[in-house]
């Protein structure tokens, strides 16, 4: 009885080692955002470029005290009208992870997870002329797929969680997007709610938030728009946990401060930003977010 006792024990331990080799690595999975969007009252579909990268302070049994990661993300993305007031959208991302510990690499490429997701037009006035205040209220809700592959493995082991292309769950999103406008000048406000689910490794990512707001301000000249906006970003993370038990390394939060360009000619729509962080808290301090940037192609119809 004792021998079987002890290969369980033994066991169970072999496969928790080969389902973590590290705990912490970047943020590369995990909250979603819709950033300041083309023209309310149009359908479009274009292509998003994400780039993040984070420095990861590592423990003992490691061939370097830290490491660098950095996730790319090439995003077909869309939204179409099915009917008035309501905006469907859906995002189809692929990732490039890229993570350097010393003198090796780690390379990930391929279909993140996807996302579809509706929006409710609550309050719009931009139709109106009566006054020079614009408002848009949009309520709505999504889900993430687990489309994305979570169980990559080197050197026998499961690559780290947070480095993967996906993290195999089904998670709820809801976000509230407000922007109110007087004459050029407007704020744009957006909050993020993600409500995670657990994959089949019983490995839950915790919940995340994102409360942004943006001021900008419109330029026209002839048939082109200029949309210049600069604001701040706070994003929250709880703790990730398995089998129940939460990580204590793990969770924090960021205040990120932004700034952007977006421009529109005829039919066409492009965006550049910028975020650099503020004050961050992440993985207990064993993780330092560095600067991000983000472009969109866009054309409506």
């Known amino acids: 009885m004792k021998t079987k006792i ?4 033994i066991l169970f331990t072999i496969s928790f080692s080969d389902l973590l080799a590290c705990n912490v ?5 995990g909250n979603y955002h819709y950033g300041i969007l083309p023209q309310f ?3 479009f579909v274009g292509l998003r470029y994400r780039y993040r990268s984070y420095l990861s ?3 003992d049994g490691h061939m370097a005290h830290h490491s660098s990661e950095t996730f790319q993300s090439a995003e077909l993305w869309g939204r179409f009208y099915p009917v008035e007031r309501l905006q469907a959208f859906v995002f189809i991302p692929y990732n490039i992870n890229e993570r350097q510990e010393g003198s090796k690499m780690t390379y990930l490429r391929g279909i993140g997870d996807v996302v579809v997701s509706a929006n409710y037009n609550i309050i719009n006035t931009y139709d109106s002329a009566a006054s020079n205040w614009k408002h848009n209220l949009l309520a709505g809700a999504g889900v993430k797929l687990p489309t994305g592959a979570f169980r990559k493995l080197e050197d026998g082991l499961t690559i780290n969680q947070n480095f993967q292309l996906g993290t195999g ?3 709820l999103l809801l976000n509230l997007i407000y922007t109110v406008r007087y004459k050029r000048m407007g704020i744009n406000t957006e909050f993020t709610y993600n409500v995670n689910g657990t994959n089949r490794d019983e490995y839950h990512f915790g919940n995340t938030s994102r409360t942004g707001l943006s001021a900008f301000y419109i330029l026209n000249a002839g ?3 200029v949309m210049p906006n600069a604001g701040v970003s706070i994003e929250t993370y709880e703790d990730n946990s398995q089998f129940g038990e939460p990580f204590s390394d793990t969770g924090g939060w960021a205040i990120l401060y932004q700034a952007g360009i977006e421009s529109y000619y005829r039919n066409f729509a492009f965006g550049l930003s910028y975020q650099d962080p503020g004050r961050q808290e992440l993985f207990s301090g064993k993780v330092i977010s560095k600067s991000r940037f983000a472009a969109h192609l866009t054309v409506m119809f």
């Open 6 to 9: 002890y290969i369980t024990v």
């Open 169 to 171: 769950s089904v998670d």
């Open 223 to 225: 048939s082109v728009t």
């Open 25 to 29: 690595c970047g943020c590369g999975v």
């Open 41 to 43: 009252q149009k359908n």
């Open 57 to 59: 302070h590592l423990e």
